[in-house]
């Protein structure tokens, strides 16, 4: 019997496109269509949410899943993507803001729905909107993190760092 040995192919890399970020402009523009579309009060807490993601640059899951403090969220090491501890430090209306983000899901899941899925519903929303602003579609609410970093600027991303 004769055994055929594969070449080990190697496969290509594709460049690295720029990341998409959302402009002032457009997260404005947002924030505005989300007062036209949502009742005032629901409006505001939408607009608190994604004022916090914006400046916090943390991922859509991490307010649900870490520990919360009176000035911080702990990120434990091994349960993100680039699997480092960090703490991310917070103002009182981005804690009191987790924890209306908590408290919805929360009663949400209470009446028999998907914990993973009420997490995404923020995602979900911030989606709809941004297509009635007629902004890029491959602007996501992912970019809301990448435009905090940009936002930051280069000199300050230290916070990233798993040392900071």
């Given amino acids: 019997m004769d055994l055929v040995v594969k070449p080990k192919i ?4 594709l460049p690295k ?3 998409m970020i959302i402009s002032n402009n457009q997260f ?3 924030l505005n269509e989300i007062d036209k579309i949502y009742s005032p009060d629901w409006a505001n807490f939408l607009r608190s949410i994604y004022n916090f ?3 916090t640059g943390l991922r859509l899951s991490e307010p649900f899943n ?16 680039n699997s480092y501890p960090r703490n991310v430090y917070l103002t009182k ?4 803001t987790i924890e209306r983000m908590r408290s919805y899901v929360d009663s949400q899941v209470k009446q028999k729905k998907s914990r993973v899925n009420q997490i995404k519903y923020f995602s979900r929303i911030w989606k709809n909107v941004l297509r009635k602003t007629n ?3 491959k602007i996501n609410f992912h970019s809301l993190r990448r435009s905090e970093e940009r936002r ?3 000199e300050c991303r230290s916070r990233w760092s798993p040392y900071h």
């Fill in 28 to 30: 404005f523009s947002a």
């Fill in 152 to 154: 930051v600027g280069k």
């Fill in 135 to 137: 902004a890029p579609e």
């Fill in 53 to 55: 993601y914006r400046d």
């Fill in 10 to 13: 190697k496969k290509p890399t």
């Fill in 66 to 81: 870490f520990e919360l403090f009176a000035d911080r969220i702990r990120i434990k090491a091994g349960r993100t993507k």
């Fill in 17 to 19: 496109g720029n990341p």
């Fill in 93 to 96: 209306d981005q804690v009191l």
